[in-house]
C-alpha cells in the first residue's frame, strides 16, 4: 500500500514572520491526516520553518539542491546545508526551474543523485507544456525526462515523482482525472520497465498543477493518483482542505 503524500510549495512567497504564523495557524488542521504532509520553502526560510513544525507531522522541504557539498557555486544550496535543519525533502526539475533558470535533465539527475546520497528525499517534477501536449508528445517528453533525469539511482522507490503539466501550473487550468490518471498510469509502467515491476507498484506519484480543495478529491480517487504537490493553494488555509481530502 502507498502512503498519500501531499506537499506544498511555497515558490518565492512568505517570509519568516508570516511564514511561521501560517504553519503555526494550520497545524491543528492537518495534525489528524492520513497522508504525509510537506511544505517546501524557499531556503532562507527554512530554520524558521523547521522551528515553527517541530513537534508537528509537517515535515519541511527544500524547493532545490545542488549536486556538489560545497563549493563555488554562487546563490546554490548543498545537501548538507539542508540535512542540518532537519530537512526532509527536495523538489528537484520544477518546471519554472526548466524554464527560467536553464535547469537541465543531466542536472535534475546529479541532483537527485545528491539529494538521495544525503538521505533527503527528491520529488522530481516531470510534465510536458501545451504545445508538446497539442502536438501529441506528452509520453515522449516524460519519457525523457524519467530516463534522462533518473540516471544511475540504485533505489527509485525513495524518490517521489510529481507529474505537473506546464500547461496547469499555476493556471487555474487544472488536468482532468482523467489526464492526469492517464500519464501518471504511464510513468508508472514506465518506472516499471526501466526499473522493476515492484518500484512501479511501490513509488508514489503525485499529480500538481491547479490542484486545489475543489478538485482534489476527484484526482485523489484515480488508482495511480498518490498525492499532490500543490503550489497556489499551499499558501492559504485551504491546503488543509487538501490535505484532508478523504475525510
Ligand atoms: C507547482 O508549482 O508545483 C504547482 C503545482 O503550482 P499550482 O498549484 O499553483 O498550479
Excluded at 563555488?72 to 527560467?100: C, N, P, W
Excluded at 513509488?203 to 480517487?221: E, F, H, T
Aim: hydrophobic content about 40%.
Amino acid at each position: 500500500m502507498r502512503k498519500a503524500f501531499i506537499a506544498g510549495n511555497w515558490k518565492m512567497n512568505m517570509t519568516a514572520k508570516t511564514g511561521s504564523e501560517f504553519i503555526k495557524q494550520i497545524a491543528p488542521l492537518v495534525k489528524d491526516a492520513d497522508c504525509d504532509v510537506a511544505f517546501c520553502v524557499p531556503a532562507i526560510l527554512i530554520p524558521a520553518m523547521t522551528e515553527a513544525a517541530k513537534g508537528t507531522n509537517i515535515a519541511i522541504g527544500a524547493e532545490n539542491v545542488h549536486w556538489e557539498k560545497s563549493g563555488a557555486f554562487t546563490g546554490e544550496i548543498s545537501s548538507d546545508m539542508l540535512k542540518e535543519y532537519g530537512v526532509k525533502y527536495a523538489i528537484i526539475g520544477h518546471s519554472e526551474r526548466r524554464q527560467y533558470f536553464g535547469e537541465t535533465d543531466e542536472g535534475v539527475n546529479k541532483r537527485t543523485l545528491a539529494a538521495l546520497a544525503a538521505g533527503i528525499t527528491p520529488i522530481v517534477c516531470v510534465g510536458e507544456t501545451l504545445s508538446q501536449r497539442k502536438s501529441g508528445d506528452t509520453e515522449n517528453v516524460v519519457r525523457r525526462q524519467l530516463e534522462e533525469g533518473l540516471k544511475d539511482i540504485d533505489d527509485i522507490t525513495k524518490i517521489v515523482i510529481a507529474y505537473e503539466p506546464v500547461w496547469a501550473i499555476g493556471t487555474g487550468v487544472v488536468a482532468t482525472d482523467e489526464q492526469a490518471e492517464e500519464t501518471i498510469a504511464f510513468i508508472r509502467s514506465e518506472i516499471g520497465r526501466i526499473f522493476c515491476p515492484k518500484c512501479a507498484e511501490n513509488i508514489i506519484i503525485q499529480y500538481g498543477g491547479s490542484m486545489n480543495a475543489s478538485n482534489c478529491k476527484g484526482l485523489m480517487a484515480q488508482p495511480d493518483i498518490d498525492g499532490g504537490l500543490i503550489g497556489g493553494a499551499s499558501l492559504t488555509l485551504d491546503f488543509a482542505k487538501i490535505v484532508n481530502y478523504n475525510k
